[in-house]
């Protein structure tokens, strides 16, 4: 029994230990992308106790360095991000750190803030909801369409309702990322071929007409241009891509598309909604004992680096001094044992 508690004393040291380092590295990263330290790690401890220690102070510190990558160095900006990260991973089972990548570029590219960034999870928590996509595939295909989309003026809320109706009616997330960027494109530099397309069909299928009628107008056009004359809403589109992914997402008469663009009007507190759904959770409540035991490694920081200190000193002591200690040491454990 001795030598079973003994062995686990030695591993819960280990797992302490291995827990502060952790931390520690993960602190100190900060630092070297502008963050300022001291503010951030007291801001993160706050911010895992508000979420109930589903996410610990290292995993934070770890999303906090991608934000602060990503240009948000200020603290109160920073801990925006991550807090809206953290909730909608959680909420919708994902990784924090892709999580938090798909905010930053969003955020960036739309010349947003951190304040913003609820909305973002927000708008893409609902369009999850609504169609055949996961925040993973974000964190791949949202580069091929986020520049482009805010150059063009098209709304985070109109990409994601397009995504999101794309893959509703059969389309992978990939092709729907695709096709939305193509048309984009087309849209952006259109081709003579297109241009006599847009023609035929009445559509003013260019930069003019995106601002004049908005993309939602535009797509509600070609929906109709799409059962009347296929032929030229094919040649209109040009490239294969913007071609399948376009046609899913204006399947049924544009129907689909309409509703959950209204749909992700409404979409603010999902991102809240769907962190409380999950929050207590069997594998979050286990999340928050972990963080406990976390907490307890940073709590024990000062005892690890006085023991530090000490094994130092007791280094310097000439062997005589050491064994004699030693032999101390080990009576007083045997005689722990034995009691």
């Known amino acids: 029994g001795g030598l079973i508690g003994g062995l686990g004393a030695t591993l819960a040291v280990g797992k302490i230990v291995g827990d502060f380092a952790d931390l520690d590295t993960s602190l100190r990263r900060l630092g070297t992308v502008g963050g300022d330290v001291k503010s951030l790690n007291a801001g993160l401890g706050a911010l895992s106790?508000?979420?109930?220690?589903?996410?610990?102070?290292?995993?934070?510190?770890k999303a906090s360095y991608q934000a602060l990558s990503a240009g948000f160095t200020g603290t109160a900006s920073n801990l925006q991000v991550v807090e809206a990260a953290t909730k909608a991973a959680v909420g919708g089972l994902e990784d924090i750190a892709g999580v938090t990548e798909v905010v930053t570029k969003t955020l960036n590219a739309y010349n947003m803030s951190g304040s913003d960034a609820v909305k973002v999870t927000d708008s893409i928590s609902k369009a999850i909801e609504f169609g055949q996509v996961q925040w993973s595939d974000y964190t791949s295909q949202l580069g091929r369409v986020a520049s482009i989309a805010a150059v063009a003026g098209v709304s985070l809320d109109e990409v994601n309702a397009f995504i999101a109706a794309s893959t509703k009616n059969g389309a992978t997330a990939e092709i729907a990322f695709t096709g939305l960027g193509a048309a984009l494109n087309s849209l952006l530099q259109p081709t003579k071929e297109s241009v006599e397309a847009a023609q035929a069909l009445g559509i003013q299928w260019n930069l003019a007409g995106l601002k004049a009628k908005g993309f939602p107008g535009l797509m509600a056009e070609l929906a109709v241009a799409m059962q009347t004359n296929k032929g030229a809403a094919v040649k209109l589109l040009g490239s294969?891509?913007?071609?399948?992914?376009?046609f899913s997402a204006n399947a049924k008469g544009g129907k689909d598309y309409k509703e959950i663009l209204e749909g992700l009007g409404g979409a603010a507190g999902k991102t809240q909604s769907d962190f409380d759904q999950m929050k207590g959770s069997l594998a979050n409540t286990l999340k928050a004992l972990d963080t406990e035991f976390k907490n307890v490694a940073e709590a024990t920081a000062?005892?690890?680096?006085?023991?530090t200190e000490l094994l130092k000193l007791f280094?310097?002591?000439?062997?005589p001094v050491k064994t004699t200690a030693l032999a101390i040491a080990g009576l007083g454990a045997a005689a722990l044992l034995a009691a």
């Open 49 to 61: 106790s508000k979420l109930g220690g589903v996410a610990n102070k290292a995993d934070l510190a």
């Open 302 to 307: 000062p005892l690890i680096a006085a023991a």
């Open 315 to 319: 280094g310097k002591l000439p062997d």
């Open 240 to 246: 294969q891509e913007a071609l399948r992914g376009v």
